[in-house]
């Protein structure tokens, strides 16, 4: 089966296509950084008007980079959920519109699941079963995983995600946007043990997280030291590294925690977060002392991307799953009511 992905949740059109036999032929992305910038965040209309401009297009070039004619295609897998409404209902419409008109079946992905999936696009892939640790800026989650669409939610963040709480922070810090990455290239210049930052939650048993203290904790240094500071741009790299410390470090704890829970040997990590360079290197080396392997996708396929949605529309439409010319979106949509496969 050969499957076109449109990805269309948030602020980056994705559009890829996957064959069950060849392994992904193209995938293309386009960011729309430079549109929010200006703003310090997502402005949700705009990234509609966005997505707009820029789907078809992508598709043609996906296309096009793939030596595929329309015929070639076997179904269409579009983001169905969560994100934003306006802009998942572009990505829905043109990919529900497409399989009508080409006559092969189409069916609504899961964002997260797409991410949960996005490290088996990899090799070697990760056998099941596995714990996933899904971090974005939208969801902090750990779930057990023993099939597709066989998920149990072990934990999950009960305010900011931790993306949500690297972008935050990083305004605080006076970082452009988007500030996540730019407080990850701060805190490389920061002195590791100038500051700690608290370890939300791991003094407890559990594996939910709290990640909304965190910045405030950062508000609060940031706002004495620099009163005193005589180097306030090392001061600003310090508070980051310690930031990025104590977030990486309450990751890895109850990661740790969920593997010995669950009996699992393996971890994966997704979504954009798991990008982060020290929070890969320190989870390796974590999880390898434990005797456990630890699984991510190329950083590429971390953000939002059309690969990741291809391919888990191929495992759904190849498991007989299909959308009925009514299709809908959902901005909310907890995965546990995912079917299995």
């Known amino acids: 089966m050969r499957v076109l992905g449109i990805e269309t949740s948030c602020d980056e059109t994705g559009v890829a296509i996957f064959d069950e036999a060849r392994g992904l032929l193209a995938h293309a992305v386009y960011s729309q950084v430079a549109i929010h910038a200006e703003y310090g965040g997502v402005v ?87 714990v996933a640790l899904l971090v974005s800026g939208g969801h902090t989650q750990l779930v057990d995983v023993t099939g597709i669409g066989c998920y149990r939610m072990l934990g999950e963040s009960l305010d ?39 370890r939300p939650m791991t003094d407890r048993p559990g594996l939910d997280f709290s990640f909304s203290g965190l910045k405030t904790f950062a508000l609060n240094t940031l706002r004495a030291e620099l009163a005193i500071s005589e180097d306030q741009a090392q001061t600003r790299a310090d508070i980051a590294r310690a930031f990025e410390d104590a977030v990486v470090e309450t990751l ?13 040997e393996r971890l994966i990590l997704a979504g954009g977060v798991s990008a982060n360079r020290r929070l890969r290197e320190r989870m390796s080396q974590a999880i390898a002392a434990e005797g456990g392997a630890t ?47």
Request: proline content about 10%; some cysteine; glycine content about 10%.
């Open 44 to 130: 949700p209309e705009l990234a509609s008007r966005d997505h707009i401009r820029k789907t078809v297009p992508l598709i043609r070039q996906v296309l096009d980079e793939a030596g595929l004619a329309p015929d070639s295609i076997d179904g269409v897998a579009y983001t169905a959920g969560p994100g934003l409404v306006g802009a998942l209902l572009v990505g829905a419409a043109v990919g529900r519109s497409l399989a009508w008109s080409w006559r092969v079946p189409a069916i609504g992905v899961h964002h997260m699941e797409g991410h949960l999936l996005a490290p088996l696009l990899e090799q070697p892939a990760p056998e099941l079963p596995f």
């Open 160 to 198: 900011d995600a931790a993306g949500e709480a690297f972008d935050k922070t990083a305004k605080i810090l006076g970082l452009p946007y988007p500030g996540g990455p730019e407080l990850a290239k701060l805190a490389e210049l920061g002195a590791p043990g100038r500051y700690r930052f608290p």
């Open 252 to 264: 890895v704890i109850k990661c740790r925690r969920a593997l010995r829970e669950t009996g699992r």
């Open 295 to 341: 699984f991510y996708p190329r950083p590429s396929f971390c953000t939002d991307n059309g690969a990741m949605i291809a391919f888990a529309g191929c495992q759904r439409l190849r498991a007989g799953q299909r959308e009925p010319l009514a299709f809908k979106t959902r901005a909310r949509w907890p995965m546990d009511e995912l079917a299995a496969l």
